[in-house]
């Protein structure tokens, strides 16, 4: 008769058959409760609680289990407290979800202002059976404008009798006055330590037989999230028949084998790309997904980057013997410049395979791309290269060398000639080259051409051409030349013009010229015109030539409202830049 009613009785997964019921198995959030007991305790029990977190953490289980605390009556009568290990009064009717006075709302199908108005109309009314009417709201932050702001007063200002508890996933949406009007408490992750012992002990109970490194796989897989974990424990169990092997759990998730994941690690860090595209084929017909394969590659490569800063950080309970002990290996001998690469790369390549057609082609190009450039020297092995590499040994005249022993050097007889005498023979290149001292030395790095400046429309020039436009704009009309020598420049600067452009005119000539020049301010008044007003003064002459010249009068007559915009006149220093002598002066006859 049991088997047959436990035949009939529909299967309730695990989380919520392990669901906390009080807070002695509510699974690592110790400051919550820490905080909740002393505030019971010393009789401070805010009339409101805002739960934020992750999901899964435990948000809604705790706001059951508050509520119990809050309405929690037994033989000695009402009193508030966080010793529930015997159930009250109302304890069961809470637990189950059923009772008349703890009131739970989702908020995200319930948003308007209307929900919130049947709230503030129902606080009025005192608990049927209860000592406290509790108001459960999950996602808050969906609530709208509206609602938020008609729930404020009632929020700051509730009967003696109402308790509010809000849960959200983004606190950061929830309006400021409704945060000051809270008490509020961060649901952090469940590390992996107490995760992985929490998934032992239900199994345990369970009667299930397990894997440690299935349960590693899990409870990385779950991130923290106790409801994750229970249901990806659930899959496992079905998965692999009740029993959760390392195995199983690799298919159920996807999942490369974590050995291979760090050969294939090594081989692309060593460059060797061949090697490397096998074991992801081989990893892939096994059923490892590309993508999934990446990720699980920068996830090793930030594993080893911890480990390299932080080398506690291999004796996580998450990871697997190998990710210890290899993982540790790596992180000594690759530089952190490597590694920091590679996980580039390997971010890039992710987003890669996530948005192509073929995700196994674009994975083997996002791998070739890290083995070629693991493989490469970094910039400080290079600059040691170069720095220690010996220079060409520099051509010598074949007239220093000294003549070879098997060759006449001078008169051999007297039948030899003058002409014989005096030839000198020319060495073999070889003998060049064995000649040549072998000694290493720097790398000669090539200084830029200077300059010469010989008058001061070549100064004006060389600052154009070296695009300086601050000298150019003070030589042309903030300053009037008064003598220019080799080395040597007085100026006469023009009224409001900054003295400090002396020291930056001195400074840009030793540059451009390689020399020092002495660059001085007259004492006198600045006489004369600028260049730049010199122009100006030859321009508007131009122009006035030009409309007073009959031709141009006569077009501007017929073309009314005509223009003359630019007056081109060719002078004789024109005609020497063109190479064409200027033409000689008209003799007057008389």
């Known amino acids: 008769m049991a088997g047959s009613d436990s035949a009939s009785s529909p299967y309730l997964v695990l989380a919520r058959k392990y669901r906390p019921r009080d807070f002695t198995t509510l699974v690592g959030q110790d400051a919550m409760v820490q905080t909740l007991g002393n505030a019971f305790a010393q009789n401070r029990i805010h009339h409101a609680f805002i739960l934020t977190g992750v999901r899964g953490v435990g948000k809604t289980t705790t706001a059951r289990i508050l509520a119990r605390a809050f309405n929690y009556e037994d033989a000695s009568g009402p009193h508030p407290t966080l010793d529930l290990s015997v159930e009250g009064e109302h304890c069961r009717a809470i637990i189950e979800g059923r009772h008349v006075d703890v009131i739970e709302m989702d908020a995200a199908s319930n948003t308007g202002i209307g929900d919130i108005r049947e709230i503030i109309d129902s606080v009025k009314y005192a608990p049927s059976s209860a000592p406290y009417k509790v108001y459960v709201i999950d996602e808050v932050h969906m609530l709208s404008t509206a609602a938020f702001n008609g729930l404020l007063k009632t929020l ?3 009967p003696p009798y109402v308790k509010f508890i809000f849960a959200t996933t983004e606190i950061r949406k929830v309006p400021v006055t409704i945060l000051s009007r809270c008490m509020r408490f961060d649901l952090r992750r469940i590390t992996p330590e107490i995760m992985s012992a929490y998934l032992e002990s239900i199994l345990n109970q369970e009667g299930i037989g397990f894997e440690p490194e299935a349960l590693a796989m899990i409870v990385r897989a779950g991130e923290g999230s106790a409801r994750d974990n229970l249901s990806l424990l659930d899959q496992a169990i079905a998965h692999g028949n009740g029993m959760v092997t390392a195995a199983t759990v690799k298919a159920m998730l996807g999942l490369g084998d974590r050995a291979r994941i ?18 992801m084929r081989t990893l ?9 394969l990446v ?9 080893v980057t911890r480990i390299k800063v932080v080398p506690a950080a291999a004796d996580d309970v998450s990871l697997t013997p190998d990710e210890r002990r290899r993982g540790a290996e790596l992180a000594s001998k690759l530089p952190m410049r490597a590694l920091t690469r590679a996980w580039q ?3 890039k390549g992710h987003e890669e395979v996530s948005r192509a057609n073929n ?17 490469l020297p970094s910039p400080d ?7 220690n590499q010996p220079a060409p040994a520099p051509a010598m005249p074949s007239m220093a060398l000294p003549p070879r022993s098997d060759r006449p050097s001078g008169p051999s007889g007297g039948g030899a000639s003058s002409a014989s005498a005096m030839r000198i023979e020319q060495p073999e290149p070889v003998d060049a080259v064995a000649a040549a001292p072998e000694a290493p030395q720097a790398i000669a790095i090539p200084k830029p051409a200077l300059a010469t400046v010989t008058s001061y429309k070549d100064l004006i020039a060389l600052a154009g051409a070296k695009r300086d436009v601050l000298v150019k704009l003070a030589l042309e009309g903030s300053m009037r030349p008064i003598s220019f020598e080799q080395g040597r420049i007085e100026v006469a600067l023009m009224d409001g013009t900054d003295p400090g452009i002396i020291a930056t005119l001195s400074a840009r000539l030793q540059l451009w ?10 004492t006198k008044p600045p006489e004369g015109l600028t260049l730049r007003q010199e122009t100006e003064q030859r321009k508007q002459a131009a122009h006035e030539a030009a409309h007073a010249d009959p031709l141009v009068k006569a077009i501007l007559e017929t073309f009314p409202g005509a223009k003359v915009v630019n007056v081109t006149v060719r002078d004789e220093a024109a005609a020497v830049v063109d190479d064409v002598p200027p033409p000689p002066p008209e003799e007057d006859d008389e």
Do not use: C
């Open 156 to 158: 700051e200002e509730p």
């Open 295 to 303: 990720a699980d590659l920068a996830d090793f490569t930030h594993l």
């Open 345 to 347: 790369i390997l971010f």
């Open 381 to 387: 092995d290079l600059i040691a290269k170069l720095a």
């Open 513 to 522: 010229t390689g020399e020092r020049w002495l660059v001085m301010v007259s």
């Open 359 to 375: 995700s196994l082609q674009a994975a083997e190009m996002a791998l070739i791309r890290l083995a070629y450039a693991a493989d």
């Open 284 to 292: 892939y017909d096994l059923g490892a997904d590309p993508q999934t």
């Open 262 to 279: 760090i050969d294939l690690f090594e081989e692309l860090m060593g460059g060797r790309i061949g090697e490397a595209i096998g074991t």
